[in-house]
Structure formats: structure tokens, C-alpha cells
């Protein structure tokens, strides 16, 4: 293990994951949370206080995301296939109820500075819906990832080694009560990384309207 693997220790979050390269973008399904003000805050708030620190790249409010299961990198996976993807994903999340969840406090990451989500499993239906979704389209074999996952909103990336020491401690100064919110849909996006920030167009929203 190395020392960079410690506890207590923070590691450049941006190294290139398999398959990620400079100008590569890829189908995959997030929550997003335009209209949230209440987290915002929060997120503002938690910002602000590690704003005197170095060795972060804080995430601006336009790109909170959570993110749910990917799809696969967009010269992999067809236009047709994404979008039949997202109307299977209508049919699986129409009785999906939304889902309420308390958000906060802040913890630090080895490579990320996010927020707890919880009841923890929560969105598993919603995201056995889309694994579902993916399955029928392009077949079981073919869905990323494992079933195992646990929830969480970034809202600062590490961008260097060093210790973690300091933005626990400024993590403590902030006001760190959690916020309520309600998730009502998740989005299907094709997203990329190539400066330091995950960005987005969104292809499909599908609502859980069960």
C-alpha cells in the first residue's frame, strides 16, 4: 500500500480511469439537482469554508450530480441504443415513487470532499430499474458496474497528494446540518471530464411517477 492509499491521506482524483481519454464522453445515468435550494446552501456554505485551501477543484452548483450506473463510453453505445435505453427506463421507473432524502454532513474522500446520502438504499430501486433498462436493451452481460453502490454528492475533487488533515478541519467550521430534499426523476446524460470538471448534455429526463 502505498502512502498516498493511507488513511488520512488525499490522491489526485483525475488520473484517467480505463477506457477515459482526452475528448471522450460517455452515456450515463445521473441524478442532477437544478431547483434544490435547500442543498445549495449547504453545498455553499461547506464550499466557502474550504475555500482557503489548496488542492481542490470545487464543483459549481450547475454540475452537483449523483451519480446512479453507467451505460458505456459514446463510441461504444449507439444514439438508438441510448435513447431505448431511456424509454425502457420509463416503463421500469413508472412505479418508482420519488424518493426523500436527508443529505449531509460532509466527509472527506481520498479523492473527493462529498455529502452522505440517506436512507443509504433508498435509490436502489431506481437504479435496478435502469440496470434493468440496459439489460433488456443491450443485454445482462453488458450492464457496467456491479450491484453494489453507495450513494453520495461530490462537491469538491482532490487534484493533488497531501494530507487530509486540513479539510476536515475546515469541514468542521461549517454549518453542517442536513437538508431534506425529494428526488423526482433521474437523467439519462452524456458526460465528460476533460477539464477538471464532470459536464454534461442531458439526453432524457424519466420521471418516477409511481
Known amino acids: 500500500m502505498s502512502d498516498v492509499d493511507l488513511p488520512g491521506r488525499m490522491r489526485d482524483h483525475w488520473w484517467w480511469r480505463p477506457g477515459w ?6 452515456y450515463t445515468w445521473h441524478v442532477t439537482f437544478d431547483g434544490q ?24 452548483i450547475r454540475w452537483l450530480h449523483l451519480t ?26 413508472a412505479t418508482c415513487q420519488p424518493v426523500s432524502l436527508s443529505i449531509g454532513p460532509a466527509q472527506v474522500d481520498p479523492e473527493a470532499i462529498l455529502l452522505d446520502v440517506s436512507p443509504s438504499g433508498a435509490l436502489n430501486p431506481v437504479r435496478d430499474g435502469i440496470r434493468a433498462a440496459i439489460a433488456d436493451v443491450r443485454g445482462k452481460s453488458r450492464v457496467p458496474e456491479t450491484e453494489e453502490w453507495t450513494p453520495h454528492i461530490s462537491i469538491a475533487y482532490s487534484n493533488s497528494d497531501g494530507p487530509a488533515a486540513p479539510y476536515i478541519e ?13 428526488v423526482s426523476a433521474a437523467h439519462l446524460i452524456k458526460l465528460s471530464r476533460d477539464t477538471h470538471l464532470y459536464q454534461w448534455e442531458t439526453k432524457a429526463e424519466v420521471p418516477l411517477s409511481g
Open 68 to 93: 446512479m450506473q453507467g451505460i458505456g463510453f459514446t463510441d461504444e453505445v449507439t444514439p438508438q441504443d441510448a435513447s431505448d435505453i431511456a424509454e425502457a427506463a420509463r416503463e421500469h421507473l
Open 170 to 182: 475546515a469541514l468542521s467550521t461549517a454549518t453542517n446540518a442536513p437538508v431534506d430534499l425529494t
Open 21 to 26: 481519454r482526452a475528448g471522450r464522453s460517455m
Open 37 to 60: 435550494p435547500e442543498l445549495h446552501e449547504l453545498v455553499k456554505n461547506y464550499q466557502k469554508a474550504l475555500a482557503p485551501l489548496r488542492g481542490l477543484d470545487v464543483i459549481p
